[in-house]
């Protein structure tokens, strides 16, 4: 079956997104996208369930593509995603503490991570629960899980909520995918000595602004 997807952006309330982003929206090649659904609201718990639900009521949607709007995905980052054909399949990125956004139980506990290493070029692994900066998911998986789906809870963000229950119902891992790989948008500042901060941050890598030469 041909997949059609939904892409669902959460962004929060009154948030513009920058122009590198923008770009990359733009000429981001996204096959079998089905349509597009941008919600905005102070918590990002709120906007993934909204979400979620929007795309169950899609005629003829199969998938759910998570995309925040601070991550940028790598070019062939969603035929990474749909070659596996499995129910969640992630692109690795750091989070904006430089953490991998792969996790995995401490100890079979929901409210204790582990974080894992993400996998290179040409390699995946499976994950516990993973940050939704980029994340495919068969629809059929929010039929199956009972609602809410996104909460905030003690110790738990929205995702590692979210991934408990999956957990608690199919026992059934993220594969996260190393081609897949996408970078984060970070803080930038420029000085009068010119020196800059990181624009966004990959894996391993650290891409800079530089000012235009006088």
Known sequence: MTPRIVLCMPTTAHRAVSMYWALHFRLLPLPYLHRVIVRSDYRVDVNREALAEAALAVPGATHLLWWDDDIWPAREGIRALLRHQYPITAGP???????????????????RVDRLQPPGPGQHLYA???GLGWCLMDLRIFRAVPRPWFQFAADL??????????HDVWRLPVLVDG?????????VRLTVDNATEPVWSGLGQVV???PPAS
């Open 179 to 187: 081609d897949a790989a996408c970078g984060h948008e970070m803080p």
């Open 208 to 210: 800079e602004v530089s």
């Open 157 to 166: 963000g929205e995702d590692c909520y979210f991934f408990a229950k999956v």
């Open 128 to 130: 516990d629960a993973v």
């Open 93 to 111: 990125y750091r989070d904006k503490q430089g953490r991998p956004s792969l996790m995995r139980w401490h100890d079979g506990r929901h409210d």
